[in-house]
């Protein structure tokens, strides 16, 4: 579920939660705020405070955003992975937003059926002597229980919206979420079950040459407490584990 364009992502952050698209040209974005969004992302919490108290209608502000490398110097914060503004607003989404319900937009005159999707992003976390991290986008229909992998990828192309379009109406799964949550759980096992396992093989050694060398290093000493401490800091380092963590998901009604 890589973010591939910032400005895009950015746009439907904003007028997801109600904020006015007041410019958007060349790689710099004017966002009207919300009262809320200026409380979730402008840290001005003592004005709100004030404006509530006092029983007077406060004045959101206006912000602006630049994904365009060279219009970095101009007035707005210069939004890149890892800026400050962007992990505030991934943050955001994270506390308040993990799972959605989405429908496609779609514009009809006639009865069209959506078909419900459950959609997960999980993070699979390889530790050992190197680590990585990989993210897995998995839909399920849970109709015909289809499954898609690299969903986010595919949901790009589609319009999406938080309420359902006119003469639309949605199909009842047959899949409880329960039941479609071990689905999907089951196809990250195999995933996992079926991927290269050299990594684990070369934590393990590198594992066992660093006891061998705290062993000999207190060879002539009794156990004691630092020396315990320092092999289980290795086993924590080396030892080789793989853990999952759904980021976040939701249900997207589809047409077929």
Same mark, same amino acid.
Not at 148 to 153: A, C, E, G, I, S
């Given at each position: 579920?890589?973010?591939?364009?910032?400005?895009?992502?950015?746009?439907?952050?904003?007028?997801?939660?109600?904020?006015?698209?007041? *410019?958007?040209?060349?790689? $710099?974005?004017?966002?009207?705020?919300?009262?809320? +969004?200026? =409380?979730?992302? !402008? %840290?001005?919490?003592?004005?709100?405070?004030?404006?509530?108290?006092?029983?007077?209608?406060?004045?959101?502000?206006?912000?602006?955003?630049?994904?365009?490398?060279?219009?970095?110097?101009?007035?707005?914060?210069?939004?890149?992975?890892?800026?400050?503004?962007?992990?505030?607003?991934?943050?955001?989404?994270?506390?308040?937003?993990?799972?959605?319900?989405?429908?496609?937009?779609?514009?009809?005159?006639?009865?069209?059926?959506?078909?419900?999707?459950?959609?997960?992003?999980?993070?699979?976390?390889?530790?050992?002597?190197?680590?990585? *991290?990989?993210?897995?986008? $998995?839909?399920?229909?849970?109709?015909?229980?289809? +499954?898609? =992998?690299?969903? !986010? %990828?595919?949901?790009?192309?589609?319009?999406?919206?938080?309420?359902?379009?006119?003469?639309?109406?949605?199909?009842?799964?047959?899949?409880?979420?329960?039941?479609?949550?071990?689905?999907?759980?089951?196809?990250?096992?195999?995933?996992?079950?079926?991927?290269?396992?050299?990594?684990?093989?070369?934590?393990?050694?590198?594992?066992?040459?660093?006891?061998?060398?705290?062993?000999?290093?207190?060879?002539?000493?009794?156990?004691?407490?630092?020396?315990?401490?320092?092999?289980?800091?290795?086993?924590?380092?080396?030892?080789?584990?793989?853990?999952?963590?759904?980021?976040?998901?939701?249900?997207?009604?589809?047409?077929?």
């Amino acid at each position: 579920m890589a973010i591939t364009n910032l400005n895009h992502f950015l746009q439907n952050y904003f007028i997801a939660h109600s904020c006015e698209i007041l *410019d958007n040209r060349d790689g $710099i974005l004017t966002i009207q705020l919300t009262e809320e +969004m200026d =409380l979730a992302l !402008m %840290n001005r919490p003592f004005y709100w405070h004030y404006v509530k108290k006092m029983g007077n209608t406060g004045q959101p502000f206006q912000l602006t955003l630049i994904t365009n490398p060279e219009k970095r110097t101009e007035k707005g914060d210069w939004i890149h992975f890892g800026s400050p503004r962007l992990q505030q607003i991934m943050n955001h989404l994270q506390e308040n937003e993990r799972f959605t319900k989405l429908f496609q937009t779609i514009d009809t005159s006639k009865n069209t059926p959506l078909y419900p999707w459950l959609v997960l992003n999980i993070k699979i976390s390889y530790r050992g002597k190197q680590k990585k *991290d990989d993210v897995l986008s $998995i839909g399920l229909q849970l109709v015909n229980g289809k +499954m898609r =992998l690299d969903m !986010m %990828n595919y949901l790009e192309s589609i319009p999406l919206q938080s309420m359902i379009s006119d003469y639309c109406f949605t199909i009842s799964p047959l899949i409880k979420l329960k039941s479609g949550y071990l689905r999907i759980e089951s196809l990250v096992l195999n995933y996992l079950e079926d991927q290269p396992k050299d990594w684990a093989k070369e934590s393990i050694i590198a594992l066992n040459e660093e006891l061998e060398t705290l062993d000999h290093f207190y060879e002539e000493l009794e156990e004691n407490e630092q020396m315990e401490k320092e092999r289980n800091e290795i086993k924590e380092r080396y030892k080789p584990n793989i853990t999952c963590h759904v980021i976040n998901g939701g249900i997207f009604y589809l047409s077929e």
